[in-house]
């Protein structure tokens, strides 16, 4: 199994940046591609950025709201995924939760327990 552990959350102004953390442990090796996601209050949780695991491939992707100012990155020999959150909006605010899928085929199957950013206008 793969634990996750999310921090950097936090207020921040609008137009301001912030850096989420994700810290993986357990069986590492196994997972395929990590992911964040946020959920804001009364609205169904988004995809917002995506990351192979494999040294060989990034593959990123992202959510067309994040393009150009959020980028999601990992540093393999620290298991963890980060989130750079950059130009940050009002409507940005959510809880951020980071996820794992351990196949190409398979569901986002391990999460951490989510981390509040909330951007003031």
């Known amino acids: 199994q793969v634990q996750l552990v999310e921090s950097g959350g936090g207020l921040v102004q609008a137009g301001g940046s912030l850096r989420l953390s994700c810290a993986a442990s357990?069986?590492?090796?196994?997972?395929?591609?990590m992911g964040w996601f946020r959920q804001a209050p009364g609205k169904q949780r988004e995809s917002v950025a995506s990351?192979?695991?494999?040294?060989?491939?990034?593959?990123?992707k992202y959510a067309e709201s994040v393009k150009g100012r959020f980028t999601i990155s990992r540093d393999n020999a620290k298991n963890t995924v980060y989130l750079q959150m950059n130009s940050l909006k009002p409507e940005d605010t959510a809880v951020y939760y980071c996820?794992?899928?351990?196949?190409?085929?398979?569901?986002?199957?391990?999460w951490g327990q989510g981390t509040q950013v909330t951007v003031s206008s």
């Open positions: 996820a794992a899928k351990l196949g190409p085929a398979m569901d986002y199957n391990a």
């Open positions: 357990g069986r590492t090796s196994s997972i395929y591609r």
């Open positions: 990351i192979r695991w494999s040294v060989f491939n990034l593959e990123e």
